[in-house]
């Protein structure tokens, strides 16, 4: 978690992998808006459990982003990007899908700093 500069009060090791759990049920999913409630559970699981452990909110996006590469780099759901696109175009095609469309584009940022910036 320090390569990821996850700060001290973020950093809860085995506690993630409820999260990881939930994101990696976006592979058993046929359909975008069941993918969509798997990666806003996942996120959700965070949050809470965050605040459960540390009682403070991930305040900024640059707290909620190693998080969220922590996750991705444990996960083991494939075809990441294909199913991000998938669920993005869902989530643009309708548009009173605010929320889950700010948690997908989290997401695929998260993928895109992986894929473009980490030799894996």
Not at 8 to 27: H, T
Not at 82 to 91: E, G, K, L, T
Request: proline fraction near 2%.
């Amino acid at each position: 978690m320090e390569f990821l500069e996850i700060k001290n009060k973020y950093r809860l090791n085995q506690q993630y992998w409820n999260g990881i759990a939930e994101l990696n049920k976006v592979d058993k999913s046929t359909n975008p808006r069941d993918k969509l409630r798997s990666i806003q559970q996942m996120q959700c699981l965070i949050k809470s459990l965050i605040y459960e452990n540390s009682n403070c909110e991930l305040a900024t996006m640059d707290d909620e982003l190693p998080v969220m590469i922590y996750i991705i780099l444990y996960s083991e759901f494939q075809n990441k990007f294909a199913s991000i696109h998938y669920v993005d175009d869902f989530c643009n095609s309708d548009p009173t899908i605010e929320t889950g469309k700010r948690t997908v584009t989290t997401l695929r940022v998260s993928l895109e700093y992986i894929a473009n910036e980490w030799n894996i």
